[in-house]
């Protein structure tokens, strides 16, 4: 299949078929086309059919939408949507019956490559993760629903967790209460998440992370630091059984942060800093290596060692970014700024991280975002 591109008219033709288009859908079609069987992410597609312009990333799917709509009567051209990243158009060849990606329909590499891309998940090697997504077709595999909410989630891609009907709620609520948490007073968040585990709206492995580990951070920063190491006694039992060893550092490193909090002595600090380095060393996670850096930061910070502490903290904030996990870290700011709240108020530090702090919350959406996110959450948890 072959079509024509009239760029002063916006016209595409082929097989004796002539559509008119829109200005900016016959650039996106001409862009598609002439990079056909590539995969585009809907941020590449603003940069490349909208420069210098600032439309939400909705803009693209709307335009999809229409397109494809338009181009219903010309056979062989197919605007594919590839889960968990963006957009490609494939158009059909002239050898029939030829399938030019057999391997989609193996079930072992399907199972293969989802293996694959949990381990990234596991390492938090995020842009490894986001690769595998782009490549979809090229590799010949298609990311199950779960594996492309996973990607939404890693490019910190809060709107589309709100709007889409792809994924059910439920599957979703997870990811969307952990940027909810992330907005306004810890102490409120607290109450909100004791009702939410109260209530068993998420499905069961990640009901038992919230309360084994997200609590502990929620607490700790609501400056109940007793409940966390309350809580954590529970922690270690569950991630001491089988299927849970990937838990231990991040849990090993949330004790250190908490003891932190909680004004444990030096000795019990250098204690648990020794198992937490040793654990990393046989488990070289990229986004527990950024957030122990991050922790360490923060206990030099506590000592008054401003440069040091700054130093560790922008080497735990640039592995996170070197990761490719973009909520990572939003989440470590999380914890910096609101440390430096209970200890550094009216610290030169303490402004300068607030200013981190509510740039990544900016660049979320999450400012914008707030009061849908608030409103969709608060409905369902107090649903009958």
């Not at 996106?28 to 600032?54: A, C, H, I």
């Not at 069961?204 to 997200?214: A, G, N, R, V, Y």
Request: some cysteine.
């Amino acid at each position: 299949m072959h079509l024509e591109l009239n760029g002063s008219e916006y016209k595409v033709s082929a097989g004796g078929l002539t559509i008119e288009l829109l200005p900016k859908e016959f650039a996106l079609l001409q862009f598609l086309y002439r990079n056909r069987g590539r995969t585009f992410s809907r941020e590449q597609l603003l940069d490349k059919v909208w420069p210098m312009e600032y439309p939400v990333e909705r803009t693209v799917d709307d335009h999809i939408y229409r397109l494809r709509k338009k181009l219903r009567g010309l056979s062989g051209i197919d605007i594919k949507t590839i889960r968990g990243f963006g957009y490609s158009l494939a158009v059909s060849g002239s050898l029939e019956g030829v399938v030019m990606n057999p391997a989609t329909n193996d079930p072992e590499l399907r199972d293969t490559m989802r293996e694959v891309f949990m381990k990234f998940h596991v390492y938090g090697q995020g842009n490894s993760m986001l690769t595998l997504a782009r490549q979809q077709d090229i590799l010949g595999y298609e990311l199950d629903p779960h594996s492309s909410m996973v990607v939404h989630f890693v490019q910190g891609d809060v709107e589309w967790l709100i709007q889409t009907d792809e994924i059910p709620l439920k599957d979703r609520l997870f990811y969307l209460n952990l940027f909810y948490f992330f907005i306004g007073d810890p102490k409120v968040k607290v109450e909100y998440a004791e009702r939410l585990i109260e209530r068993k709206l998420l499905n069961s492995p990640e009901q038992l992370e919230l309360e084994i580990l997200t609590m502990l951070d929620l607490y700790t920063l609501a400056g109940q630091p007793e409940k966390a190491l309350e809580r954590l006694k529970r922690s270690y039992q569950v991630i001491t059984g089988p299927g849970y060893e990937n838990f231990v550092p991040v849990t090993m490193i949330t004790e250190l942060f908490i003891r932190l909090v909680a004004g444990a002595g030096e000795e019990e600090l250098e204690r648990l800093d020794g198992e937490v380095s040793r654990i990393l060393r046989d488990k070289p996670f990229l986004r527990e290596i950024g957030g122990y850096k991050v922790v360490k930061g923060l206990w030099k910070l506590r000592h008054a060692q401003w440069a040091e502490g700054g130093k560790l903290i922008n080497e735990g904030l640039q592995v996170l970014d070197m990761s490719g996990f973009v909520p990572l870290r939003l989440y470590a700011l999380y914890r910096v700024y609101h440390f430096c709240r209970m200890f550094l108020n009216g610290n030169a530090l303490y402004r300068k991280y607030e200013r981190l702090f509510t740039a990544e919350l900016e660049a979320f959406g999450l400012i914008r975002l707030e009061q849908p996110l608030e409103e969709m959450l608060l409905r369902l948890l107090e649903a009958p």
